[in-house]
């Protein structure tokens, strides 16, 4: 008998305005009796039927609701999910590569799918979902065609969900390395061991407005395969440093700018805060300065010690800065929020004794759509500044 899940008093409203996740302590009792990772019926206190979701005893988060009707999440389910998702993109002009399904944004929860020219990547992390990669993948093929399709199941996200992490190549034999369109621009994205999926993609619309602020000298810290840096030299800036921790990922940047003809790019590698204090005592500075560091929190517990690593890489940011310059500064944890963040942009700008004005505000691309329900979707900030004296 499948399982029914009914809430505690009160504990529906949330859920019923739109956003998918039952927590376990929402809950008041559980009738019936399935596997784990199953379809389960999702019921109010009073007994309202709310939503069907995969359900997972070993997860904090119970219940992931992604049906409000009648239907069943069979074959035909996914490929018109998928396809809808995919239709929306296809809308806005995306064509080469970009973000498929975004999770809960396109009503599937846990599941990831980008398209790198015609490889897909995709992450399947939650155990409801990955009972279910068969049909998916089955979907995936019809309605793409794709060369090949990579997993990317290597996220730590799936312990808690407790599945084993995964990468490799699940459909087709094809090269992991694959050179991609972005902005005009070729890009090698590696689905096998680069970022995320092979690659930052929800950067993607703000790598392109960088471009109007991009002149003179360009430092682009935290670069990975440097999209941000090849954006600014495109746009006609006369030098750019990239600078990462990583020396591959400072080899494919070098890679990238050779692609595509740009002789105005040099790698640094090293430590970033390091790296920016040894500038300061030089009396270096620069015309332009991209923060784009790794998230520094990934849990509410988090948060504070992340909002002093903020702050201090944006203080040396800032004293780097030349008068009008600009620093892009920016955050991808959902848990720094866009208050919180300007917050700190704030107190960075009165330590490091500069004013700054806000120009520009953006978040991610729009193939990564947040929900206004689920907070968590949106997570990117991107902060355009004036630095003046």
């Not at 595509?260 to 805060?273: A, R």
């Not at 944006?314 to 800065?321: D, Q, T």
Request: with cysteine; net charge positive; hydrophobic share 40%.
């Amino acid at each position: 008998m499948p399982y029914s899940v009914y809430l505690k008093k009160n504990e529906e409203k949330r859920i019923v305005s739109g956003h998918p996740w039952v927590f376990a302590n929402e809950v008041a009792r559980i009738e019936g009796k399935d596997k784990n990772g199953s379809l389960a019926t999702v019921y109010d206190f009073n007994g309202r039927y709310i939503g069907k979701g995969y359900i997972n005893h070993l997860s904090k988060i119970l219940v992931r609701i992604f049906i409000r009707d009648d239907s069943m999440p069979d074959y035909e389910y996914y490929k018109t999910a998928i396809s809808k998702a995919n239709d929306y993109r296809l809308k806005l002009g995306f064509k080469n590569s970009y973000r498929v399904v975004f999770g809960e944004s396109d009503n599937l929860p846990a599941l990831i799918v980008d398209k790198y020219d015609d490889i897909l990547s995709v992450q399947f992390l939650s155990l409801g979902i990955d009972k279910n990669k068969d049909l998916i993948i089955r979907a995936l093929v019809e309605i793409f065609n794709p060369k090949g399709i990579y997993e990317r199941s290597d996220v730590a996200v799936r312990e808690k969900e407790g599945l084993p992490l995964f990468k490799g190549k699940i459909y087709g034999e094809f090269n992991t390395k694959i050179v991609i369109e972005e902005n005009g621009l070729k890009m090698i994205a590696d689905v096998e061991n680069g970022q995320k999926t092979g690659y930052f993609l929800d950067q993607k619309e703000n790598r392109f407005a960088l471009r109007k602020y991009a002149s003179g000298d360009v430092l682009d810290c935290f670069c990975n395969v440097g999209g941000f840096a090849l954006n600014a030299a495109a746009a006609g800036a006369k030098n750019v440093i990239a600078l990462d921790i990583s020396q591959s990922a400072l080899d494919t940047v070098a890679e990238n700018a050779k692609l595509n003809g740009l002789p105005n790019v040099h790698t640094l590698q090293g430590d970033v805060f390091e790296v920016l204090r040894q500038f300061k005592k030089e009396g270096k500075t620069f015309d332009t300065i991209v923060l784009d560091p790794p998230a520094f929190c990934k849990s509410a517990s988090e948060v504070k010690n992340a909002y002093k690593g903020y702050k201090d890489i944006n203080i040396l940011g800032m004293k780097l800065v030349k008068d009008g310059g600009f620093l892009i500064s920016s955050s991808c944890s959902h848990y720094m929020t866009f208050p919180l963040f300007q917050n700190m942009l704030t107190d960075a700008a009165k330590e490091s004794g500069r004013k700054a004005r806000i120009v520009e505000i953006r978040t991610q691309a729009s193939d990564h759509p947040s929900m206004l329900s689920t907070d968590e979707s949106l997570y990117l900030k991107f902060f355009v500044l004036q630095i003046l004296k």
